[in-house]
């Protein structure tokens, strides 16, 4: 029976090991990608800046994993001033070598009356943590709001940064160690209320300038990418893993449970930036020129109606309830 289970936990083990060596070629995959896309992005960059209100259009016409996130009020921003956006994987560029799932997002924007920034850029750095989970982790991004009224994220921007600046220096950077409500500083807790207030869903796009993930530092990734890799080689030896005991934990009736995102608020923040470089960015054309049709087909349907009031019988008279043809719907 022992026989058996050890074969069990060589076989898991070695699925799992054949799923990392999948990971490992989509990695290598991205990596080979962006390095032949570069000279066409760069080509496209410039042909883009020849064209008015390229990026703005690109934005109305976004998917649901864009769109859902942007509030009416982000959409008169991006609508009106954004000028510029690009995608880079900063780890590999010039030839580095880091890991090519790491990304920079940056927004360009014109003068504008919400903020005072042209740019803001956020990083995304691809971690492990050394409990084995991997994703994307980044840095709060302060924005230099005009007045209070303007602040489309209501406070909440500015006291992750300031919650971010003291861990900083607290050297916080144990993805294991989530702090406990109890334990909250007056800025923390500020900050939970304002999270509690404003409900899922309700949170300005520009809230993503705030998200931290996992707070995983790039010391602890190191370690825990050498040993795994160490784990890799060993099953690859034919070697039994080591089974650790789960040991017992004392269950205290007034701790709650723990939840590394309480403080987040912007919790989908990796699912917005992949969605952004991964189907935005390098579809930017084709969603232009969806926004071109749908102006088209808007402009047709305008020309029909008219023609239509002008052929037909004055003395028709309209709906009783005034209804009018509904137009093509835009994308807010």
């Not at 952004?276 to 969603?287: F, K, M, R």
Request: aromatic content about 8%; overall charge negative.
């Amino acid at each position: 029976m022992a026989d058996e289970v050890d074969q069990a936990i060589i076989t898991f083990e070695e699925l799992m090991d054949l799923e990392k060596e999948f990971e490992d070629v989509e990695t290598e995959i991205i990596r080979q990608q962006v390095a032949l896309s570069k000279p066409l992005f760069e080509k496209r960059e410039k042909l883009i800046a020849k064209i008015p209100n390229f990026w703005p259009l690109v934005f109305e016409q976004a998917n649901q994993d864009i769109d859902q996130y942007i509030q009416p009020t982000d959409s008169a921003v991006l609508l009106s001033c954004l000028s510029s956006l690009s995608v880079s994987h900063f780890e590999i560029a010039d030839g580095g070598k880091g890991d090519p799932r790491s990304i920079s997002i940056k927004m360009e924007f014109s003068e504008n009356e919400w903020f005072e920034d042209k740019v803001l850029e956020k990083k995304f750095w691809y971690r492990l943590s050394k409990d084995g989970e991997g994703g994307l982790v980044s840095e709060p991004v302060p924005i230099k709001w005009k007045s209070a009224d303007k602040d489309l994220t209501q406070g909440m921007l500015d006291l992750v940064v300031k919650v971010w600046e003291h861990d900083k220096k607290q050297g916080n950077s144990d993805s294991t160690k989530v702090k406990k409500e109890k334990d909250y500083t007056p800025d923390e807790k500020a900050l939970k209320e304002k999270i509690d207030a404003t409900g899922l869903g309700a949170v300005s796009f520009f809230g993503w300038f705030g998200y931290r993930g996992l707070n995983v530092s790039a010391e602890e990734s190191r370690l825990a990418f050498e040993e795994e890799a160490k784990k890799r080689a060993e099953r690859a030896e034919g070697k039994i893993p080591e089974l650790k005991p789960v040991e017992d934990e004392e269950e205290d009736e007034d701790d709650e449970e723990d939840d590394p995102f309480a403080l987040e608020i912007f919790p989908d923040g990796e699912e917005l930036a992949l969605a952004i470089s991964d189907d935005l960015w390098p579809n930017a054309v084709t969603y232009f020129s969806q926004a071109q049709e749908v102006d088209l087909n808007d402009s047709d349907f305008e020309d029909d109606e008219d023609e239509e009031m002008e052929d037909g019988d004055e003395d028709e008279k309209p709906s009783s309830n005034g209804a009018q043809p509904p137009s093509k719907k835009r994308k807010a």
